[in-house]
């Protein structure tokens, strides 16, 4: 029962030591991702400028930068976690997930102020959103990815060295 306890501590922990950066990673997005216009009609909002790829550049500015922590905290966990890789595989997975998350909601809020009155309707800013939500996964897939390539190189070198090949 203690080694199980002691798993879930170490998971729990970064699970824990992710999701600030999650926060982290919500204001980056929100400060580097462009808002989309729209006008507030009878029929509900409406894209003031139709043609407009602010939609795809903020999903893409979101995959980019959550992208960017995953692969981050992929290596630094790696090398932080030699005696418990798989407890902090978990954790990775599960704490990309939950910062990913934290993101979102972060820089969802942290962008979209009132403009200005216009005879269509009222137009606003709105706040940031995604609307792929696959990206939500880019932060615990690279995490785990480049945690598992690294592993991957290391444990294929040491069993060459080991074979003497």
């Given at each position: 029962m203690r080694y199980?306890?002691?798993n879930l501590q170490v998971a729990?922990?970064?699970v824990l030591v992710l999701a600030?950066?999650?926060v982290v990673a919500g204001f980056v997005w929100s400060a580097v991702a462009p808002a989309s216009r729209f006008v507030l009609t009878d029929a509900g909002p409406m894209l003031a400028d139709p043609e407009a790829q602010t939609l795809i550049e903020a999903d893409g500015?979101?995959?980019v930068i959550t992208g960017g922590f995953g692969l981050l905290c992929g290596i630094a966990g790696y090398?932080?976690?030699r005696r418990r890789p798989v407890e902090v595989l978990v954790g990775l997975a599960g704490g990309g997930l939950l910062a990913g998350y934290l993101a979102l909601l972060v820089g969802g809020t942290a962008k979209g102020t009132l403009q200005a009155a216009a005879p269509g309707g009222l137009t606003t800013t709105t706040s940031l959103g995604v609307t792929?939500?696959?990206v939500l996964l880019a932060w615990p897939m690279l995490a785990t990815a480049v945690f598992w390539m690294i592993e991957f190189v290391f444990f294929s070198r040491e069993r060459r060295e080991?074979?003497?090949i």
């Open positions: 199980v306890r002691g729990a922990l970064t600030p950066l999650g500015w979101f995959a090398v932080l976690a792929a939500h696959g080991v074979r003497g």
